[in-house]
């Protein structure tokens, strides 16, 4: 009974280890150009999960493609702002996950998660046996280890909001502090403009205009 604990417990916690190697990558794409990342699946038990979100720029949006070991097209998408995907049944070798900026002229900021997810051994899997204990333990974690992945998915995906949201703040505040600078200068202009008018109407040499 003790071993079993001690086993789901230590199994918990590679599960977890296991979730957090996954570290953030974060590209800078200029407008009109393109970055490409490769990730290598050698091991068909084994997944690649990829995932992405447009921090900053324009219009959030890129383009986004998947190209499998064998050349082959296997997700293009136009336009997106974020995408999740999890790859294990499309081969062995290297796939390829390119970002193309083609709208407008910012430079976009994208945070990609890419890395591997490992066939973790279960329980069942270590002793054969008919405990039930161990079953709902395993279960237990696994039901812990879901949940983590989800939490984990609307955390990020509440940060890209942010980023995207204190984005599209400055650069109203940027719009409002130019569009202020144009009105004063058209200000400026019309007084200006007014005064050589007036001067022009009353001057001793321009008396047959009054």
């Known amino acids: 009974m003790l071993y079993s604990v001690l086993f789901s417990t230590l199994l918990f916690v590679t599960e977890i280890f ?3 190697q996954q570290i953030p990558i974060v590209l800078e794409l200029p407008a009109h150009s393109s970055e490409c990342l490769y990730e290598d699946l050698h091991n068909p038990d084994d997944t690649i999960n990829i995932s992405y979100q447009v921090l900053t720029g324009g ?13 082959s097209e296997l997700v293009s998408e136009v336009q997106k702002k974020y ?13 390829k996950f390119c970002f193309f900026n083609n709208y407008g002229s910012d430079s976009k900021k994208v945070e990609i998660i890419l890395g591997l997810e490992s066939r973790l051994v279960s329980v ?10 161990d079953a709902v333990a395993n279960n237990a974690i696994e039901e812990i280890d879901r949940n983590l992945d989800k939490i984990t998915k609307s955390l990020n995906y509440l940060r890209a909001r942010e980023w995207r949201n204190m984005s599209t703040v400055q650069s109203t505040e940027f719009r409002i502090t130019w569009l202020s600078l144009l009105v004063i200068a058209v200000m400026i202009g019309i007084s200006v403009g ?13 008396k047959n205009y009054v």
């Open 18 to 20: 296991a979730s957090t």
């Open 194 to 206: 007014q005064a050589f008018i007036i001067q022009f109407f009353f001057t001793k040499n321009r």
């Open 124 to 133: 069942k899997d270590v002793e054969d046996d008919d405990d039930g204990k």
């Open 59 to 71: 219009n959030f949006e890129i383009d986004f493609k998947i190209e499998a070991p064998d050349k």
């Open 83 to 95: 995408s999740d995907f999890a790859l294990k049944s499309f081969g062995l070798g290297q796939y």
